[in-house]
């Protein structure tokens, strides 16, 4: 249990265009989901938390105009790249918080390489 | 949340128990311990976590020190397809409510198992 897929694997695109990548919990509902960014040979960045049905609370540094959040269901999450530029070229991922229990326990996608030329 | 301490990399011979340590001197009572690891060029697959008892499952255990000042992940029988890099996390938990505990990811330990 505790599926987590994300939609496309990996994308390029020309530079200035707008890309979508999805993020789904296959088999739980996520009220809340997670955002990251990873650049090569760096660390998971946290861009954004997503609560279903709220706006999403992004971190410092991260522009939320450019980074389009959508959270309208318990298992689906959207990340819109606008205008996005080579610099904005990385591997992005997401994750869904699951509870089981007494604690919550965050469920990560494969991932989501975009390369913008 | 609490920063972590781990070795930036260790070496485990196929087959042998692959032991890795993390240090979380200033964890908070409220702040469990987890694991992640990545293996190249996918997402992190969660591990184990833990509050302050020793935790196993089917892939490690997790041994907690008493004073939860340090933990230390145990793979039993390492194999090929444990190299990865593997991140200790210490975060608040909540029960059923908004989660507001991030992930916050370090450097973690690149783990190679070679045969």
């Known amino acids: 249990g505790a599926v987590v897929s994300q939609h496309p694997s990996w994308v390029i695109c020309k530079s200035g265009t707008s890309v979508k990548i999805e993020c789904r919990s296959l088999?739980?509902?996520?009220?809340?989901m997670f955002w990251y960014r990873q650049f090569p040979k760096q660390s998971l960045m946290l861009m954004a938390t997503?609560?279903?049905?709220?706006?999403?609370?992004?971190e410092q540094g991260v522009e939320k105009d450019k980074f389009l959040i959508n959270h309208a269901s318990l298992t689906l999450s959207t990340l819109t790249v606008t205008s996005a530029h080579p610099e904005d070229s990385s591997f992005y991922i997401c994750?869904?918080?699951?509870?089981?229990?007494?604690?919550?326990?965050?469920?990560f996608g494969p991932g989501t390489r975009l390369t913008v030329l | 949340d609490a920063k972590t301490t781990q070795p930036p990399s260790m070496d485990c011979a196929e087959g042998r128990a692959a032991n890795l340590p993390c240090n979380h001197s200033?964890?908070?009572?409220?702040?469990?311990v987890y694991w992640y690891r990545q293996i190249h060029s996918q997402g992190p697959q969660y591990i184990i976590h833990?509050?302050?008892n020793n935790e196993t499952n089917e892939m490690a255990s997790l041994i907690i020190t008493e004073d939860r000042k340090s933990s230390t992940l145990i793979l039993p029988h390492a194999t090929l397809r444990d190299t990865a890099v593997y991140y200790c996390?210490?975060?608040?938990?909540?029960?059923?409510?908004?989660?507001?505990?991030?992930?916050?990811f370090g450097q973690g330990t690149i783990l190679t198992v070679h045969p």
């Open positions: 994750s869904a918080d699951r509870y089981m229990g007494r604690t919550d326990t965050q469920y």
């Open positions: 088999d739980f509902q996520a009220t809340t």
């Open positions: 997503s609560n279903e049905g709220s706006k999403a609370t992004y």
């Open positions: 200033t964890i908070s009572g409220n702040e469990y």
């Open positions: 833990g509050l302050k």
């Open positions: 996390i210490v975060r608040v938990s909540v029960a059923g409510g908004t989660s507001y505990g991030k992930l916050t």
